[in-house]
């Protein structure tokens, strides 16, 4: 199926200084180069997204503008069937978007601070510039997935996928290993509780007595993310945040505090800055309940004693994540979940490099010594890991690899589909390519010569 070049990071057109390669040439004499329907296409478009893509190293051949303008011409022939189609996206939705990858593009170019003092422009301001790319993005996206909702793969045609593929054509599969892990999560002491929350109600009456928020969360939230930004977060809708921050969120008016909120990632101290409708924009101060020097140690020790047990036979590692763990994963034999791909398996780079720096040591079967780690909640444990299968480089097989090729020939279904569909679409559709662009080959016809 075929895929918008730069579908998640919309701002690289427009933000194309982030990664400051030819970053001075921002003068470009503007003109329509393409229309498609009701909607156009601008040379700067184009070459912003070119000086972007090959600042990130992305080769797209000896003509990336064709390349660029194809993919354009293609999310513009998608949006104007979104249109016609009636489809809808909230403004809720698009808020949400905004502001998710407004986050991605801080943490890429170091701070809010310098987004915003690079562009001159405060980061309101720059989102009502992308609010309506946002809201095209996402109608041409949600047009797509409704050209493929319907599009599935049977195992008959995965293995006939498979087995048309040229020998050179099969993908080579990395190295993968499977892991499973046993956690222990000592428990934090009352006492350590207690005084967590003495130190936030304290915070909280020194804001009503008139001192500041932000500069309290600069000295004391543990929020590194929010507090250099005085525990401001940006907006939020519901289902984004923990349920007892957002239930004690929705209940404030601007500038009021709330009571101490606890939640997984630790306590909190909420302040209002501004409400819009289903959003809303805090600040925070956020501090977590340590765990004892002891009750780490009782953890380590508690493992060691664990490892023995499994490397003396007298039980398996999935009956002992089953009987000590203190992770989720322990239901299914304790095996570890990639992140970022939601299977099993992961790849050397999918790994945490401290972690992957023992992993790489250990046989398949063998289980490590205790190895401290950080909870998804900020707390300090430990777990001992057993490396269970690790394969070697190899092509893709049916045995092996069968999800992995079963995605592919889901994606060549889909990209027929798409394919088939704007086939159909284009001799309805008002297309214009200017002439400094007919040379391109395009993967698509979309001016058909009479």
Same mark, same amino acid.
């Given at each position: ?8 990071? #919309? ?28 909607? /156009? ?8 997204? $070119? ?34 189609? $009636? ?7 698009? *808020? ?6 407004? @986050?991605? #593009? ?10 915003? /003092? ?56 990395? $190295? ?22 003495? @130190? ?22 543990? +929020?590194?993310?929010? /507090? ?30 709330? =009571? ?19 959003? #809303?924009?805090? @600040? ?10 002891? +009750? ?28 000590? $763990?203190? =992770? ?20 050397? *780079? ?9 992993? =790489?040591?250990? *046989? ?50 889909? @990209? ?28 698509? +016809? ?5």
């Amino acid at each position: 199926m075929k895929k918008l070049l730069f579908p998640i990071f #919309f701002l690289s057109i427009h933000l194309s200084g982030i990664f400051p390669v030819e970053a001075q040439e921002k003068v470009v004499i503007d003109q329509i180069v393409a229309v498609v329907g009701n909607s /156009a296409i601008l040379e700067s478009d184009i070459v912003n997204q $070119s000086r972007q893509l090959q600042a990130q190293g992305m080769n797209l051949g000896p003509n990336p503008e064709c390349a660029i303008l194809d993919d354009m011409l293609y999310q513009k022939l998608l949006y104007n069937q979104a249109v016609l189609d $009636s489809l809808e996206v909230s403004d809720e939705m698009v *808020e949400q978007v905004l502001e998710r990858r407004l @986050r991605y #593009f801080i943490a890429q170019i170091g701070s809010r601070e310098k987004l915003e /003092a690079y562009y001159g422009k405060s980061v309101d301001e720059l989102k009502e510039e992308f609010r309506d790319i946002v809201r095209e993005q996402e109608l041409s996206q949600q047009m797509e997935g409704k050209i493929t909702a319907n599009v599935k793969v049977t195992p008959s045609e995965v293995r006939i996928f498979f087995n048309r593929l040229p020998e050179d054509s099969i993908p080579m599969v990395e $190295s993968e290993l499977v892991l499973g892990q046993i956690v222990k999560k000592p428990p934090v002491q009352p006492e350590e509780i207690a005084e967590v929350k003495s @130190r936030l109600e304290e915070f909280k009456q020194r804001v009503i007595n008139g001192e500041s928020f932000s500069t309290l969360a600069i000295l004391y939230s543990e +929020d590194p993310g929010s /507090a250099r930004r005085g525990g401001e977060l940006g907006f939020f809708g519901r289902g984004e945040l923990y349920p007892e921050f957002e239930a004690a969120a929705f209940n404030l008016r601007p500038g009021e505090l709330s =009571d101490i909120v606890e939640t997984e990632a630790g306590y909190h101290l909420i302040q209002m800055i501004e409400r819009r409708g289903e959003q #809303f924009n805090v @600040r925070h101060i956020l501090l977590l309940p340590k765990v004892s020097p002891l +009750d780490l140690m009782a953890a380590r020790q508690e493992l060691d004693s664990i490892r023995t047990l499994i490397e003396g036979g007298e039980m398996t590692f999935a009956e002992a994540a089953l009987k000590f $763990s203190d =992770d989720p994963g322990k239901i299914n034999q304790g095996l570890m979940v990639n992140p970022y791909t939601g299977t099993t398996r992961f790849k050397s *780079e999918e790994i945490e490099p401290n972690l992957f720096f023992v992993i =790489d040591q250990l *046989e398949v079967g063998a289980v490590s010594a205790p190895i401290g780690m950080m909870t998804e909640e900020g707390q300090q444990a430990f777990r001992i890991v057993q490396l269970q299968s690790r394969t070697d480089p190899h092509r893709g097989n049916l045995q092996q690899d069968y999800d992995y090729i079963q995605q592919l020939a889901l994606d060549e279904k889909k @990209r027929k589909a798409t394919e088939a569909w704007i086939n159909r679409r284009l001799p309805n559709t008002y297309v214009f390519i200017h002439e400094k662009f007919r040379g391109c080959s395009f993967e698509l +016809d979309w001016v058909k010569e009479p």
